[in-house]
């Protein structure tokens, strides 16, 4: 009987601890996104440090988060398949012009910019605070609670219901999916929809990637490599089309 209820109250812990980083996220997500300029660069980065600190209170640990340095020494092959096989992937992209004309984007016009963004904000801004808080604290959580598939797949779609705000004027920014997609209402939606469905599957793959190699490092540098060839992409289609 005492081991039953030290394994509900155990439960019950971890249970507590999934719906506060929860919580935290949602309120991070709103403050980024509908306050201050100056809190969309500070509140996401400031939300992960604390969820680390919060995590490791409730009894988290280096190894639990996929940090120790062992676990950093394992992933690091992971990481630069992770990478390469990313960088391929957008070249090819870039490569054939059908594909192309959906990194022509306003965000990047220039190389300095693009190039400050993928060696300086998206790690730093975005990467690192978004993985320490998904695949680092989430993920450690949920997999205390929930089977691994079930774990991954809720911290899968949260991650890609993180994304909707930051959606928001994502079509009208693209001359390839405004072309596609119209840039009205419905090209609108449709393009929040279809940014919430694209960063659910990268959850998944991160999710999966953080588990089989027991590295946060692994799905840091997906993540990483995802968003900077985009923006590198980007100028580079700029580039090629002046």
Known sequence: ??????????????????????????AANL????????????VVPIAAALLLAGGALAGLNWYDLGLTPRQLRVGLPWAGGAIGVVAVIVAIAVAIPWFRQFFTSDRYGSSGDALYAAFVTIPLLTVLPEEIAFRGVLQAAMLKVFPLRIGITIGALLFGTWHIASSFGLTGGNRGLSGILGDGTFGEIAGIVGAVIATTFAGIVFGWLRYRSSTLLASIAAHWALNATGALAVAAVWHLSS
Do not use: D, N, Q, Y
Not at 31 to 42: D, K, M
């Open 1 to 26: 009987m005492s081991r039953a209820l030290s394994l509900f109250a155990e439960h019950r812990r971890g249970l507590a601890l999934v719906l506060t980083v929860i919580s935290v996220l949602v």
């Open 31 to 42: 403050l980024a996104h509908f306050t201050t300029p100056l809190a969309s660069v500070i």
